[in-house]
T-cell receptor, first 113, second 111 residues
């Protein structure tokens, strides 16, 4: 009963490097989300997906790309990392339409030097 | 759009009752949710109010008043383990479920 799993848990990048964060959920949820959390800023939505093959921009999408090729996976990519992208990244999925609970992964702590 | 306001920090002593308020500005929404997050952990769902009034879940209760654009989370019989951040979130009506979160309230429980 894994729920929402994020990999990796920690990562340090140099400015300009690229990486992909993986989110996997085993609850057959349609909706998936990527958030970033910075001190005093709460959770800010980067991108989201309402189903396999669909993605949409959230509040802070610049510098990030996403893909949802399979229903259970939602990938977040950083093509050219910048120090401003140092943050904690959370993935979440939502119970079926009409449900009101988001389930969050444990987070990925990313530092860009 | 939506915006939510919460106090940044609340302190209380073990065994006491504390209320964390959330005021919002939104054009329409399905309901108000509350999440708890311990340091270094993931947010976890606590409660949801779709209708006005009080929802009770053990030591935690949540309240919503749509006419006042206001809600709160009430924590009773505080324990040290309740020290965490608490976020309110609104679920907008119409279209996709894209919730908006408040900036969170840090609750510090003292012995």
């Amino acid at each position: 009963n894994a729920g929402v799993t994020q990999t990796p848990k920690f990562r340090v990048l140099k400015t300009g490097q690229s990486m992909t964060l993986l989110c996997a959920q085993d609850m057959n949820h349609e909706y998936m989300y990527w958030y970033r959390q910075d001190p005093g800023m709460g959770l800010r939505l980067i991108h989201y997906s309402v189903g396999e093959g669909t993605t949409a921009k959230g509040e802070v999408p610049d510098g990030y790309n996403v893909s949802r090729l399979k229903k259970q996976n939602f990938l977040l990519g950083l093509e050219s990392a910048a120090p401003s992208q140092t943050s904690v990244y959370f993935c979440a999925s939502r119970s079926p339409p009409g449900g009101n609970i988001q389930y969050f992964g444990a987070g990925t702590r990313l530092s860009v030097l | 759009g939506q915006s939510l306001e919460q106090p940044s920090e609340v302190t209380a002593v073990e065994g006491a009752i504390v209320q964390i308020n959330c005021t919002y500005q939104t054009s329409g929404f399905y309901g108000l949710s509350w999440y708890q997050q311990h340091d270094g952990g993931a947010p976890t769902f606590l409660s949801y109010n779709a209708l006005d009034g009080l929802e009770e879940t053990g030591r935690f209760s949540s309240f919503l008043s749509r006419s006042d654009s206001y809600g709160y989370l009430l924590l009773q019989e505080l324990q040290m383990k309740d020290s965490a951040s608490y976020f309110c979130a609104v679920s907008p009506s119409g279209g996709s479920y894209i919730p908006t979160f408040g900036r969170g309230t840090s609750l510090i429980v003292h012995p």
